[in-house]
T-cell receptor, first 113, second 114 residues
Framework: AQKVTQAQTEISVVEKEDVTLDCVYE???????LFWYKQPPSGELVFLIR??????QNEISGRYSWNFQKSTSSFNFTITASQVVDSAVYFC??????????FGTGTRLKVLA | EAGVAQSPRYKIIEKRQSVAFWCNPI?????LYWYQQILGQGPKLLIQ????????DSQLPKDRFSAERLKGVDSTLKIQPAKLEDSAVYLC????????????FGPGTRLTVT
């Protein structure tokens, strides 16, 4: 069975603080893909990053960075120097096996000015 | 490049009425998804099309929901009859192919069933 767990329901930080959003996944497949999406208050989900199971290199894109660790089945997302515009719900997703997409329940991030 | 288009953006109906949503995916995208997102939850896949064939509809309540993708492009999702618990945002997404590719989402249709 495949599963994505985002244990943090809501996080509040003050602007310029760093924040890490956790994502833990479960799958028996050796080939799988992990994703992060952002859902701002406007409602439209926006793709942020994709990682395949054979690439454990961490990635940095501006203030965003992702840490993929197969040993702990985690794919965490860090925002450095958070800004108010980062306020949104962030979803982690898994695609494996017959390529069913499974989304986590999301983490609502509130960045306070 | 145009994004995923959905209409209508909002719909209010009474229970037992029927409703239909329309989606136009990004040109060239073979895979189309319909999701239901209830307030405070993650998107739940209802149905996935690969071109005009159904790949996965295991979570589609087939007694009341139906969907089709004509000619492998546009898609419609219908609910008949609607129940109160169908109140949600219905999201359409598309991707180049299934599996490893990221999905591009439309703005969604917010359905309220009274």
């Amino acid at each position: 069975a495949q599963k994505v767990t985002q244990a943090q329901t809501e996080i509040s930080v003050v602007e310029k603080e760093d924040v890490t959003l956790d994502c833990v996944y479960e799958t028996r497949d050796t080939t799988y893909y992990l994703f992060w999406y952002k859902q701002p208050p406007s409602g439209e989900l926006v793709f942020l990053i994709r990682r395949n199971s054979f690439d454990e290199q961490n990635e940095i894109s501006g203030r965003y960075s992702w840490n993929f660790q197969k040993s702990t089945s985690s794919f965490n997302f860090t925002i450095t120097a958070s800004q108010v515009v980062d306020s949104a719900v962030y979803f982690c997703a898994l695609s494996a096996g017959t390529y069913k997409y499974i989304f986590g329940t999301g983490t609502r991030l509130k960045v306070l000015a | 490049e145009a994004g995923v288009a959905q209409s209508p953006r909002y719909k209010i109906i009474e229970k037992r009425q029927s409703v239909a949503f329309w989606c136009n995916p990004i040109s060239g995208h073979a895979t189309l998804y319909w999701y239901q997102q209830i307030l405070g939850q993650g998107p739940k896949l209802l149905i996935q099309f690969q071109n005009n064939g159904v790949v996965d509809d295991s979570q589609l309540p087939k007694d009341r929901f139906s969907a089709e993708r004509l000619k492998g492009v546009d898609s419609t999702l219908k609910i008949q009859p609607a129940k109160l618990e169908d109140s949600a945002v219905y999201l359409c997404a598309s991707s180049l192919e299934a599996g490893s590719y990221e999905q591009y989402f439309g703005p969604g249709t917010r359905l309220t069933v009274t």
